[in-house]
């Protein structure tokens, strides 16, 4: 049978060396109190071989959909590869050891949003104007030396435990296309084909 993550990870891999400009992200789609879906792009962090991890704020709408609800999906396309996943998972707070060494190597501008949803308002909170945004993000930005910013308790990873993958490979000449699932269970994953 496949090895599912192993060729995920091929595969994203590969897509970098294509220069890909999807290989570094995914797009997040979760569901918000009221049924309605969102939808937004991530920088795909890890992929593990139960689970996947990504870096959000805790400030965020996603964080409190997350919560409330967490399933999820994640979809990846490769247009150089010509390759869909659709993956489905179970979302959930990593420790926060898990996001502090990486919080140190963000550019200051993303230290200094951290700080401002902290302190000003959350992520994606509605500002007066873009002038006001930046005259608050400035007076931290002032205030505050590179050398001397400490990870926000804010800055969050999750890791997304995987259920089930599905691949779509449009690769193929001339044949249908390639649609193939997999799902993970206590006995590891299952494969299914399924109608392009
Ligand atoms: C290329 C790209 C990468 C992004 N990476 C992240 C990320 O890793 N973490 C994050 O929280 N937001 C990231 N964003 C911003 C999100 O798409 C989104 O605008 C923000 O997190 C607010 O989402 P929410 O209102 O659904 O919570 C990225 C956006 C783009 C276009």
Redesign the pocket.
Known sequence: MTDIIDELRKHRSEAFTAQDSNA??CF?A?TDPHGQP????????EINDTDLT????AS??????LQSNPQCQVLLWYATLNLQYRITGIAEALPASAITNNWHKRPHRAKVLDYFYDTVAP??ATMASRDALLESFEAINRTRAPGEMRPSVAALAIRVQLARIERLDLTEDGLPHIRQQFDLSDTGWSETTLVP
């Open positions: 570094p992200v997040l979760t969102q939808v937004r792009t991530l920088v795909l962090r990504l870096f959000i704020n965020s709408p996603k964080w409190e959909q992520q994606s």
